[in-house]
């Protein structure tokens, strides 16, 4: 698909400021104003802040009453459960939560829904098994926030909520005794991107005063995972945890290193996003969550090694069940989406696993670049997952939909919800009216920002060392892309493996090799002599030789 080239303007007087008050590299100042960090003082927060610049925790809405109840629970030698979420973020935020409360003297238990059987959210059934288990405070994190019938069945039971959620609350709040979420109303907390588990955080430092070590293992991953902005909080917490992950304590998470083959190496997001998230998922996409959960509770070197094996075997299944589904929603897309009508593609069949539904629906919105919602029909009932795009707010087109569905939760960029079979048809024409409305034809094409236009001979291991300061790079902090214009192609691009392609490119005074990954239909586009523009990030080859620079290709265009 062609993509729109949007290469971001200079600001040259924003830029000199930069790097006269910073002694920055130009482009380092170029990608912070492009990022909106355009004072002195906030790139320099940006560039150096460190875990002595997070937040008061109390500033926060509802955490002193959320403290003030977790200690009496303390004094009063209360059982406390924690219910998680069975997603990355849910269940390292448990995780953390668990090991918190523990270090503060607390008697914990932990539950996780189980995704097929009772899906997103708080239960109606918990207030039951929790009193059964001599339970007197649950705490949600991760989940929760529009629990109002499930709260209010708890509260009759005699027992408390405490609820501690990111993601966006509707008018009505449950009757919790404590809720902690920067965006409900009221909130003075100027943070409002944290995810599940750096709220999770939050609570450990108002609670013992820090954020330690181990709890700073789950925040990284579970941050990376969740697809929230790396700024402010979230950068901190992520590049001060990604740093020492090789160091962990924590033995199931040392296990899982191992076994995905990354212990040692410097863990980047990618490392999160593309090896670590999608097997501690991957439990709760084809079983039980709390196989993860329990990874990163186990005690001992064997118990933690034997669930990191069943993770990879879920994870294996998980792989398997995904490329058939995605082969069946390709062919539905093909068959029946009409793509002048259908600006949000709505695909749904009976028995599809649930577990899978969100990456199908990642990769129909990747492809087609249109928001996309995945459903599996069972017994009369829809569960879908749903994907957006830029200009299309999810959480708000469901939210006018609503009186369609059962249920549904999410934030601007993802979603689920469930809904009867009957209504499927009319939710489909009902949010399609809405992306009418709301999503304008060029907003179906994508676009690739660019950074900056830079020449060959820019494109070395100095300026590739010089934008590792901008790590960790991710959602609100993406890699830097830039682009070089009107060179020529000196070598027939050569296709590698799943569709990779390899070529050299010179302008004249400096050449380099440029890889594109996916995107072997390229091959035939270009030839040896054909001038050529590229957009690209910058990477490193160093196969069998020493260290040189290396075009990342995004797009390729024949030039003008």
Known sequence: MDKI?????????????????????????????????KLPEDARQFLSSTMSDLLDPFIMKGMKEAVERIKLARDRKEKVLIYGDYDVDGVTASALLHDTFQQYGIVVDNHIPHRMLHGYGLSMDIGEIAKSNGISLIVTVDCGINACAAVDAVNKLGLEVIIIDHHEPSEELPDAVAIVNPKQKGCPYPFKHLAGVGLAAKISQALIGQITDEALDFAAIGTVADIVPLLGENRILVKSGLKRLNQTRNKGLRALLENAKILGKTIRPFHIGFILGPRINAAGRMDSAHDSLDLFLAQDD???????????????LRQKMQREVIDEALALVEREVNFIEDKVIVLCKEGWHKGVLGIVASRITDKYYRPAIVISVEDGIGTASARSIDGFHLHDALLECSDLLERFGGHEGAAGLTIKVEHIEAFKKAINKIAHTDLELKRLIP?????????????GLELANTIDTMEPFGEGNPEPVFCVLGVTVKSRPQVMGKETIKFWVSDGDSSISAVGFGMGS?????????????????????????????LKLKDIRLAV
């Open 522 to 550: 390229f091959a035939n586009m270009i030839d040896v002599g054909n001038k050529v523009d590229l957009a690209f990030n910058i990477g490193i080859d160093d196969w069998n030789k020493a260290p040189v620079a290396q």
């Open 302 to 316: 064997v118990k933690a090694q034997g669930f990191a094996a069943e993770l990879e075997k879920h994870n294996n």
């Open 5 to 37: 080239w949007n290469i971001l303007p200079a600001h040259p007087k924003c830029k000199a400021k930069l790097v006269s008050a910073l002694s920055i590299h130009p482009v380092v100042a170029q990608l912070l104003i492009n990022r909106d960090i």
């Open 447 to 459: 676009n690739i920002n660019i950074d900056c236009e830079v020449s060959l001979d820019d494109v």
